[in-house]
């Protein structure tokens, strides 16, 4: 029976194993050009078999990190280590690294096949090896019958994969994907994403793929290392990074979230009262250590609130925070709302799970939102 790949990532935690050793260790990095620094002495390891996600916005420094790693750029501090061996001095093709460009960079004027075998040639490997592992790759992308084509002749999807095979069919110890499916359209960047994920489970290399790409991360990696400017503000898998973020940076990066300010009016135990402008008082469970006064962030996703009309009863337990709606959006599988409470602006997002509502929400209706307890994250950074 095979195990699929969904039941082998949900039992893959290596970086939770203290016996294991990373593969690849960033240890305190730093890169400047110039007066300006990319990477802040950053220490970050990566184990054999992730497909691990660099993410953040343009100039954090996630390319960097890549460039550092596939020997295209130099350390100004710090040592990048793979298996345990410094890579300083080692140039990039004597490196068990290879790279996919976002532009796939394939070679107009060569077939698929060719394209593919490219690697393998440069390094002279015997000719009946070469026809063998280049079939061996095109089979499993799914492009065995379009060999004899070139790549004008293919769609973005396609040429995508020719990309993807030259660069496994050197049998790399990590893969490198620079924003690997920014070319294509969004249904498409869907599918391969799992394409992806099944892909890499088979094959066993660690991905170390680079994106500015929320859902993208999301989806395919099994750790995230956010970044802002040079630093990793935090590294973990999609759903810790979700609904636990360590930082209102990493909170507000990733997907939509309703952040108030406050500060801590009391502390019992592992439950403070924190004093808020616009929820008033929110009772919540923490195990950060607090000091009445203290400013700190509540937060928590729209999908975790509730809309209620003026007049509809409150769940027990739950938080109340009366507003305005003052912007809709339908996306279709879900309706979100923007609600003007007293000096802020929070969020609602409410599933359309019927084909239609009687009477629905509208611009200007007075609501409250209401919160569980639970669904409070509390932010000291």
Known sequence: MTTSPGAVRSAFA?????????LVVYDGVTKRYGAETAVDDLTLKIYEREFFALLGPSGC??????RLLAGFETPTAGRVLL????????????????????SYALFPHM??????????????LPKDEI???????LKLVKLDSYAGRKPHQLSGGQR??????????????VLLLDEPLGALDRKLREETQFELIALQQRLGVTFVVVTHD???AMTMATRIAVMDKGRVAQVAPPPVIYEAPATRYVAGFIGDINLIEGKVAAVAGACAAIETEIAGRVEIETAESLSVGQAVAVAWRPEKTRILRAAEPVPAGRLVISGIVHDIGYLGDWTTYGVEAGAGKLRAAVANAARSVEQPIAWGEVVRLAVAPDAFVLLTR
Do not use: C, I, Y
């Open 61 to 66: 420094g996630k390319s960097t990190l890549m």
């Open 83 to 102: 298996g345990g061996r410094d890579l300083a001095g080692v140039p990039a093709h004597r490196r068990p690294v290879n790279m996919m460009f976002q």
């Open 160 to 173: 995508q994969r020719v990309a993807l095979a030259r660069a496994l069919v050197k049998r790399p110890q």
């Open 111 to 124: 077939t698929v096949e060719k394209n593919v075998a490219f690697g393998l040639t440069m390094e002279k």
């Open 131 to 137: 026809r063998e592992r280049v079939a061996a790759m």
């Open 14 to 22: 290596p970086w939770d194993d203290p016996a294991l050793e990373p």
């Open 214 to 216: 929320q859902d993208e």
